[in-house]
């Protein structure tokens, strides 16, 4: 998988979503969905497409402040105590504007 075009892809899709009314918070987030993503594609080798899905996927909920129970195949996040600037980055709120287009765009992509 061609990983750095489809980084690209998804940084341009989610500024362009970032600039629309009332979702500007998104943009404090743009950098760590796109690395989520790189994290997902290069931690995810021999494992089964759903479970690589599951564990891109928990990027909704992480960027919520919600970091266990996300699903059966990849259950909680894998990182430590949250620290410094990622501990006190503004969680975003489901349900707000931009959660529809982001699930959406997430869930096209194919690993």
């Known amino acids: 998988m061609k990983i750095i075009p489809i980084s690209l892809g998804l940084k341009k899709k989610l500024l ?21 993503l790189y994290w997902t594609a290069a ?17 909704l909920n992480h960027i919520t402040n919600v970091h266990e129970g996300h699903s059966a195949l990849f259950p909680a996040c894998e990182h430590g105590p949250l620290e410094g600037r990622e501990r006190h980055k503004q969680w975003l709120k489901p349900g707000t504007c931009y959660f529809p ?6 869930s096209k992509f194919s690993f």
């Open 43 to 59: 931690s995810s080798e021999g494992l089964c497409t759903d479970a690589v899905l599951a564990k891109w996927l928990s990027i």
């Open 101 to 106: 287009p982001l699930v959406k765009k997430q």
């Open 16 to 36: 362009a979503l970032s600039n629309e009314k009332d979702c500007k918070e998104l943009a404090l987030w743009i950098k760590s969905i796109v690395n989520h």
